[in-house]
């Protein structure tokens, strides 16, 4: 497997390239390791120590096809010594996603449920007959709960980050963005970009992960979906691939895209002012643009 290291991440200048007139920075969770999606390992981290303490030999959890979970789950357990388990939602296709070859080359066993069971998140009877329960940890979808958050405030501390006014991350779970939360200072801001359409479920899904007093300090904009989740249009495919032409960041189609794509219009509106710092989390999965058809972007993945 590629070398993972959190070591690798670094602050990187945006606002150079551009003429903004506030500091924009990135922080490149993206070069952790090219599968295990820059925030998925923040976020597993709190899972893997307690499957350990509690002597799991197996994580379970659940995701879709593309799923940026799934396979650094997959990774991760493989780099950790468990086995592992994924309940994928939908029926199996006949050619199966690269994300889940690649979960699979990684040792996971894939078990494929109608999306009616998927939504029950319950263990179909063919993972209870092959595995002794008792040594199974699940991993909630997404890895959304507390430890995921507790595991993602220390993305704040790879760097020196208290000089931002502002830090501003993709939405899924959004326990990345809780995290973020628990961590920032007074001062900072955490605005929260939603990959999905008319998720609105989301602001009490965090709130509920937070302390009362730090439930003021973020805000999630649901304005940048691009028609839905892993929904695309030409216009921000040309986006990705003129921020990559003129800065070097590879950002996928799913979360980072839109995300960048979100700052650079809120920068056009006026949204920030000329002392206010910011800091783009990017939160890497950039395996998820696999799923694009070869020649869509312009650089790989
Ligand atoms: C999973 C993922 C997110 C969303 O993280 P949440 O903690 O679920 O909000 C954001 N960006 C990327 C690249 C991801 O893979």
């Not at 197996?58 to 086995?83: C, D, E, P, Q, R």
């Not at 509920?208 to 839905?228: D, I, P, T, V």
Request: aromatic share 12%.
């Amino acid at each position: 497997m590629a070398s993972f290291s959190t070591q690798n991440c670094r602050i990187e200048p945006l606002s150079t390239f551009y003429n903004f007139s506030s500091l924009v920075e990135v922080l490149r969770l993206d070069l952790i390791h090219p599968l295990v999606s820059g925030n998925k390992w923040f976020k597993l981290k709190g899972y893997l120590k307690e499957a350990e303490e509690d002597n799991k030999n197996s994580l379970l959890t659940f995701g879709g096809a593309f799923s940026n979970h799934i396979v650094a789950t997959a990774a991760a357990a493989n780099m950790k010594g468990f086995k592992s388990i994924g309940i994928i939602r939908g029926e199996k296709p006949s050619s199966i996603s690269q994300t889940l070859q690649d979960a699979a080359g990684f040792g996971m066993k894939l078990f494929f449920v109608s999306r009616e069971f998927y939504k029950q998140k319950m263990l179909p009877q063919e993972v209870l007959d092959t595995i002794n329960v008792d040594e199974l940890y699940i991993i909630p979808e997404g890895g959304y709960g507390k430890k995921g958050a507790e595991g993602a405030e220390d993305i704040l501390t790879l760097s020196a980050t208290s000089s931002y006014t502002h830090i501003i991350t993709a939405v899924g779970t959004g326990t990345t963005l809780a995290g973020l939360v628990f961590a920032a200072l007074p001062h900072q801001k955490i605005i929260g970009i939603s990959a999905l359409k008319n998720n609105f479920s989301l602001q009490p899904q965090i709130e509920a992960l937070l302390s009362f007093a730090k439930q003021q300090q973020f805000s999630l904009l649901h304005e940048y979906h691009f028609g839905g989740y892993a929904k695309y249009n030409k216009e921000l495919i040309q986006f990705m691939n003129n921020l990559y032409a003129a800065t070097n960041v590879c950002t996928d189609f799913v979360y980072t895209g839109k995300t960048f794509y979100a700052v650079f219009d809120l920068m056009k509106q006026g949204y920030f002012s000329s002392t206010d710092k910011i800091l783009i989390i990017h939160t890497g999965g950039l395996q998820g643009n696999c799923s694009l058809s070869k020649g869509t972007l312009i650089f790989g993945s």
